[in-house]
């Protein structure tokens, strides 16, 4: 059973409605879908479909149309068969990193989803499907954002994997890209210059395996979401973040 996150939500007055990642195997109980447009010179930006999010939409993504490059490797398993130019194009044209030889070894080294079931969905939560959800996305302001950080680390102890990240990578594979999905972690992204302007201006994204969003739906009057140092911070932005 998909957990509440409405606790969460209103104490930090997150207004824009969350995103689920889902591998699941039919698209149609994911209805109204969207899916991208054909471009044969570049692609079209899963995050164009951010608006399409808000409105109860979800965008359909498969390894035969997944839109730009980028999404089909990082989503849909698609292998690249222009290696150099990719990486000429990352390191040189873009400039993302201070060398071919480095933008090669880290596209050697990034971890890429693949889908098991053949579908990836992105778009509003979906209860009737928690159990094909692999990530839960959260578009926040920067206190939010400050908050989301310490409710990754609220029950994390010494020794567990790193409770927030910010990798270097695509903003949509920042959406679902963790090492181990069955780990308690979240990650910081829209950092790709590529997608912020689908954005607005001062919202980022902050990601959530499922386990993590599992715990993050237990929060009650008990965590600091009820504590001073929210309240004071609320106080001085004028009653909400």
Known sequence: MQPDPTFLLDKLNITIPPTGL????????????????????????????????????????????????????????????????????LAIDEGLKASEELMGRWIDARVNFAPAQGHVLIGPLNADQYEHLKTVTFWVKPDQLAALVLAAQYRNAPGDPEPTTAAFSSGCGQLVNFVDLSVPQAQIGSTDLAMRQWLPADVMAFTMTRPLFEQVCLFDEASYLNKPFLKRLKKSRGGAL
Do not use: M
């Open 22 to 89: 889902y591998d699941a195997p039919d698209p149609a109980a994911f209805a109204p879908l969207v899916a991208p447009v054909p471009d044969a010179k570049r692609g079209e930006c899963v995050f164009s479909h951010f608006r399409d999010w808000q409105a109860g939409k979800t965008v359909h993504l498969t390894k035969d149309n997944y839109g730009c490059g980028g999404a089909g490797g990082s989503l849909c398993g698609v292998q690249r068969t222009d290696r150099a130019g990719f990486i000429h194009f």
